[in-house]
């Protein structure tokens, strides 16, 4: 039996998917869709604030105009998402040559086309390659990282301390939190979903370790 390399959901014996379960590729290729629109929501916070009234128009970001947080600059910089994407894609270019290109453009632009190439080979990836689970990882958080920024999280409440142990027995740990919209948390250290007939247990397993 094999099991998906990042949720660790067991695998169709026919052997389509050989690394990721079909969630977990769907929700890549989702991710990897959304990075475009995202990304050109993060650079919106990197614009001024405050237009002069009557201008019409986008004015320069003068000297103080407006403090910019570190960690927008960070993701919707050169370095940032498009950093990202564009390793992830020159990586898979290796085995994939047909999506390999040198990065041109503009940032937005080199943000589309890198998605675009790692999303149109999800279903190579999903069936064969062994970086299918790292991908899938890193482009998960690079979605979270960016959402922090641009749709903070509604008002949560603690769960409890994730209580999955790995392969060696360590507990995994991580503070668990719902906003209530969603009958399931997947924990953010190890992709456990935990549904919400399981939350009482949680909580009860953090009061037996306070
Ligand atoms: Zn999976
Ligand atoms: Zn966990």
Redesign the pocket.
């Known amino acids: 039996m094999s099991t998906?390399?990042?949720?660790?959901?067991e695998l169709p014996e026919d052997g389509t998917s050989r690394r990721?379960?079909?969630?977990?590729?769907d929700q890549t290729t989702g991710r990897l869709e959304q990075l475009p629109r995202l990304h050109a929501e993060l650079s919106e916070y990197l614009e001024p604030t405050v237009r002069p009234a009557g201008s019409g128009g986008h004015t320069r970001a003068a000297e103080g105009a407006m403090p910019c947080r570190e960690d927008v600059l960070l993701l919707a910089a050169p370095g940032g998402v498009v950093r990202v994407l564009e390793n992830w894609r020159a990586e898979l270019g290796g085995y994939r040559p047909r999506v390999d290109a040198e990065p041109w453009g503009t940032l937005s632009g080199r943000v589309k086309r890198a998605a675009g190439a790692l999303a149109s080979e999800m279903e190579w990836i999903a069936a064969e390659w062994d970086e299918a689970g790292a991908l899938?990882r890193d482009i998960r958080s690079l979605v979270q990282r960016v959402e922090a920024i641009t749709s903070p999280t509604p008002r949560s409440y603690r769960l409890g301390h994730c209580i999955s142990l790995g392969g060696n027995g360590e507990l995994c740990g991580a503070i668990l939190r719902t906003t209530g919209d969603s009958p399931v948390v997947a924990c953010p250290w190890c992709d456990t979903v935990w549904p919400s007939d399981t939350w009482l247990t949680l909580a009860a397993a953090g009061r037996g370790a306070a």
């Open positions: 998906c390399d990042h949720c660790e959901a990721l379960c079909q969630r977990c590729k899938a």
